[in-house]
């Protein structure tokens, strides 16, 4: 399969008046297209950094960043704008959904950024919050907000999801919830998105089909999961 | 540690808590100085009035004998009376040093009772030089004059009066009450200090010479004067002296000195006589003649026993010493000599410096009250806004154990201290900034001397309850989220959410809107307060800009109709008093015969007390003009619409202003009660019209009218077409001043570009308020939308149309907060030009569609602007920060 991201002497550093902080240290990474990916790593790994990079949140301090095969790392903010907004879904720990929108308008939201034709009736079904279109955020569970936070992101059917922690803040039950939904993204006939996690949690990493361990803004390790779990057998 | 925490909180939310601060500190400044500089003003003048007693009533008679004196005096109610003699003269002044070139001004002269020693009404404030002595050989020169054209004592004035002149030693340079504010004539609207100088000395250095050719000029002495050759021929024909005095002057005083009269009789009727011929002709005429007993004193100071009220402390007064001056003022009227009382009231020094007085308290009132007002909206707005967002550290504290009692007295210290430091400062400012400088200002036309602002109780009652309300609003700001347990407030705040309010509707219209349109729908309705805060913060700043336009355009309105719509003429002479027929013609004939009679008189008012006002005799030829109600111009022989030609002809038809019928109940249906000045003669006569004039509230009436009740018409004023701008009254025989209605319009400019110069100043500082709150507000929403915002940015959302959803609602803002704020300027004006200029002035706003274009531009414009400067802010988010910040 073609690769989806590429890192090329990825490094990041964070300047605080004489003090440098390197979060990302010349990193090279590879991921193909249609996994489910699991970044794993201590409280400031790196991890989030990683991810903000291949979401064009932010730009490297050198290297490249090759997504979708369009080196996004000299970006300007409105060409990242426009790639964010077509090529990528977000999901964060907490959600980030309009309090003031209602679950259909939250996820009818991506209509305002995007030329690509939307079903976010669909997505909220396939979420399976199809009883809940014209409830608020507030009336709703963590999960559930999760949940539309998924469809928000799945709706314009974005070649690539990023999930920062996004069971970190749900019980165990919602939490495999969201990773079914998560892990469906991959199959073919869902469009073989690329999936990629970052959590702390080692347990997410059983059902991920490739591993990445990050330490010290450095990639540890990268493991291919040959028989990835099923989310119901993990033991939470 | 606490306390600790509160420094480095108002160090990292320094913006907001600079704009409480500076917000507290500006209107405390503006209470404080608007208050301090008039309060200053009455309590000086109380002070002075006081001091230096200040008369209570003037009286008028033809010359107050010695013993009409002590006929006043025993008026019951009466504690001292002195009489004088006024006159206008011109004065030349000759600097003792010859330090500068001696130059010629009008002054006048006030001539005092000879037998005075001491002033006892209307005292001398010595400035300078010696104190009064009544035998003393010199003069004593108003304060302002004298400074204003550095006269000090030992230079001289000499005075002249018709042909007579004397020249006197400045010997004290004084200020005295009822000079406090003067002008050379009611011409002038605002007396350049150098221009005009008066001056008080003792009766017994009067010009004696005048005083002479005024006896000279009676009828007993012409009838002599005319009889001279024949009496020196029945001399020549033997006939004795004696036998000439009985026979041919019987009622002469037998000890006349016949001889000695007609010797001199010749340089009399020839005016080749000095003064001393002139008094040997006189004495010898006249044996019993004293110098002395000749002296005219057609005035009269009137002090009344006990305080009078006083322009700061009149609230105190129960009316009781009013009610004590009426009795008096009706017992005076029995004295024979008396012609006339006035009050206080009818002292223009006093009158204007009171109408100067209060006229600052109802704009600065009005002014202070918006400022407190928009302060204490960015206050609660801002306060609510910061102890929210402590919500987390809340409940920490009180996680941590700590009561609730310590953490409300932690943050309402936030709050006290802050504001605390705030009313100290604006005291500080206040008081040497807006309080000297706009009492300095004012004191560039009165005469007061040692007063200055005064601090009254009322600022620091307003300065206690500024404190108070911050430190309530940071308790109410607090109470909330201290009376959630502790577990709840560790938790974010819910929002509420009303599903059927309107704008909240999933389905219907709502979902047929655009997102931007939805989005900001229900964010406005879900922070009301801050929604409504921005709506009064923006009205006010419009209503501001709409005031301070609209006040120019309602002065030049003003203008206007004064200078255009009344006074039609080019240029008006007002003639000498003592003006001959043989002038009179000779005006006529040369600049028309437009003339008014302005006549004193007394009338009673709809409660039935005794006023002073005048009646214009008009016969101008419509070149001063009455207005009708909508300001349409008048001539008064045409009347006004609504009153017949018989109507406004018949005897003693008066005319009347609008705003003298409301300020002194008068019923238009009913005959008003009046009579002239001097006169006993009461009149009861209909009102015939009602008119309007912007500043002038008396009476007016036709030629034919007043000619009816068989008054004699006495023109003292001309008016003309011709323009007499380059020429003085000392050209024209017969002529005190001559004004044009191009000066005069140039005065009442100048004067009340010095108004608005003041309200512009407050109207600037209410409106960098106003910004300051814009600006805050928009901060505010930018930080609570923040999280919001950066969700859209991950999104995908482009900077411009975040930047469109942002602006969009503050837009919004801005406009409902213009339709509120443009009305609310128009009305504020208006108020003010009706009810805060004071009572003499009929004026009403009169905005140019421009001033609420320029408000409607500016309030929007600065509006977009601040938007969209605080939006630059979301191009640099860091939208991970920002999202992880939220959580």
Known sequence: MADKVILKDVSKIYKTGETEYRALDHVDLNIEEGRFVVILGPSGAGKSTLLNLIGGMDNPTSGDVIVNGENISKYSDRKLSDFRAHSIGFIFQFYNILPSLTVLENVELVKEITKTKVDAKQAIRDVGLEKHFYKFPNQMSGGEQQRVSIARAIAKNPALLLCDEPTGALDSNTGAMILKILKRQCDADRGSNTVIVVTHNALIADVADVVIRVKNGHIESVTENENPMNIDDVSW | ?887
């Open chain 2, 1 to 887: 540690m606490l306390l600790r925490k509160m420094l480095r909180d108002i160090r990292h939310n320094f913006t907001q808590f600079v704009t409480i601060f500076a917000m507290v500190a500006v209107a405390m400044a503006v209470y404080v100085g608007v208050k301090s500089y008039g309060d200053g003003l009455k309590v000086s003048v109380d002070k002075v009035y006081e001091q230096q007693n200040m008369p209570d009533l003037w009286l008028m008679g033809s010359g107050f004998s010695e013993n009409d004196m002590k006929e006043i005096r025993a008026v019951e109610g009466v504690a001292d009376a002195m009489r004088y003699l006024s006159l206008s003269m011109t004065g030349e002044i000759t600097y003792a040093d010859g330090r500068k070139e001696t130059f010629s001004v009008p002054m006048e002269g006030n001539f005092l009772d000879i037998k005075q020693k001491t002033v006892s009404v209307n005292r001398f404030q010595l400035i300078e030089g010696r104190g009064y002595d009544p035998d003393a050989d010199g003069l004593w020169l108003g304060r302002m004059f004298a400074e204003a054209r550095d006269i000090h004592p030992g230079d001289r004035i000499k005075l002249t009066y018709e042909d007579a002149e004397i020249e006197k030693e400045v010997l004290g340079i004084i200020s005295v009450p009822d000079h406090v504010y003067v002008t050379q004539d009611s011409t002038v609207l605002f007396q350049e200090a150098k221009d005009f100088g008066w001056v008080y000395m003792s009766m017994r250095y009067f010009p004696r010479e005048a005083m002479y050719d005024k006896i000279i000029e009676s009828d007993a002495m012409q009838g002599f004067l005319s009889a001279r050759d024949s009496l020196w021929a029945l001399h020549d024909m033997g006939m004795s002296w004696r036998d000439i005095l009985v026979t041919q002057l019987g009622e002469m005083d037998p000890d006349t000195d016949l001889e000695t009269a007609l010797e001199l009789a010749d340089d009399i009727a020839n005016e080749t006589a000095g003064e001393e011929k002139k008094h040997d002709f006189i004495k010898a005429l006249d044996p019993h003649f004293n110098v002395e007993k000749a002296y005219t004193y057609p005035m009269v100071y009137v002090d009344v026993e006990g305080d009078a009220p006083g322009i700061y402390k009149d609230h105190m007064d129960d009316g009781s010493f009013e009610k004590k001056t009426d009795r008096v003022k009706n017992a005076l009227y029995e004295v024979d000599a008396v012609d006339s009382v006035t009050g206080r009231d009818s002292c223009s020094s006093y009158v204007y410096y009171k109408s100067e007085a209060e006229e600052g308290d109802t704009y600065s009132g009005m002014f202070t009250a918006l400022f407190l007002f928009i302060a204490s909206l960015s206050v609660v707005t801002t306060m609510n806004r910061f102890v929210k967002k402590q919500r987390m550290q809340i409940g920490a504290m009180k996680a941590l154990g700590f009561r609730n009692s310590k953490i409300y007295r932690h943050y309402i210290s936030y709050g006290f201290f802050v504001s605390i430091v705030g009313v100290v400062l604006g005291f500080v400012i206040g008081l040497p900034t807006l309080g000297v400088g706009f009492y300095n200002m004012e004191m560039d036309m009165f005469d007061i001397v040692g007063g200055g602002i005064y601090v009254g109780t009322d600022s620091y009652i307003v300065a206690a309850l500024i404190v108070v309300m911050v430190t309530l609003v940071t308790y109410f700001s607090s109470r909330k989220i201290l009376s959630e347990p502790a577990a709840q407030t560790l938790r974010l705040e819910v929002p509420k959410i009303k599903q059927k309010k309107t704008g909240e509707k999933p389905n219907g219209i709502m979902s047929h809107l655009p997102f931007a349109v939805k989005w900001n729908l229900r964010d406005v309705a879900r922070s009301k307060a801050r929604t409504i805060m921005g709506v009064v913060g923006i009205a006010g700043s419009a209503l501001l800009i709409v005031m301070a336009y609209g006040m120019e355009d309602s002065m030049q309105h003003y203008l206007d109709w004064e200078f255009s719509g009344i006074l039609r003429f080019n240029s008006r002479l007002t003639f000498d008093s003592d003006i001959t027929n043989l002038e009179k013609s000779d005006l006529y004939r040369k600049y028309g015969t437009a003339t008014t009679q302005t006549v004193p008189i007394e009338y009673y008012d709809g409660n039935g007390m005794l006023q002073t006002s005048a009646i214009m005799v008009n016969d101008s030829d419509g070149m001063i003009a009455l207005c009708d109600h909508n300001q349409g111009s008048h001539d008064i022989n045409e009347g006004i619409p609504g009153a017949t030609y018989s109507d406004i002809m018949a005897p003693g038809a008066l005319f009347v202003t609008e705003k003298l019928v409301a300020n002194k109940h008068l019923d238009v249906e009913k005959k008003l009660r009046w009579h002239i000045l001097g006169n006993d003669d009461w009149y009861e006569t209909d009102i015939a019209a009602v008119n309007r004039d912007p500043q002038t509230q008396q009476f007016a009436m036709t030629r034919m009218a007043f000619e009816g009740l068989g008054e004699d018409y006495e023109p003292d004023t001309l008016y003309t077409q011709m323009d007499l701008s380059g020429m003085d009254d000392e050209d024209i025989d017969g002529v005190s001043a001559i004004s044009t209605s191009a000066s005069l319009r140039e005065q009442t400019s100048g004067m009340l570009n010095m108004i608005s110069g003041m309200l512009g100043l407050f109207i600037g500082v209410a409106g960098a308020l106003g910004f300051i709150i814009i600006y805050n507000m928009g901060l505010l929403s930018m930080n609570e939308k923040m999280y919001q915002f950066s969700t859209m940015k991950v999104l995908g959302f482009k900077f411009l149309k975040i930047v469109k959803i942002y602006t969009m609602q503050n837009v919004w803002i801005t406009l409902a907060g213009i339709v509120f704020g443009l009305p609310g300027g128009f009305l504020f004006t208006d108020y003010m030009f009706r009810y805060a200029i004071g009572e003499d002035y009929d004026f009403n706003a009169y905005i140019e569609p421009s001033a609420y274009l320029i408000a409607l531009a500016g309030t929007l414009g600065v509006m977009v602007f601040t938007s969209i400067f605080l939006a630059m802010g979301l191009k640099k988010i860091d939208m991970v920060a920002s999202l992880k910040a939220n959580e």
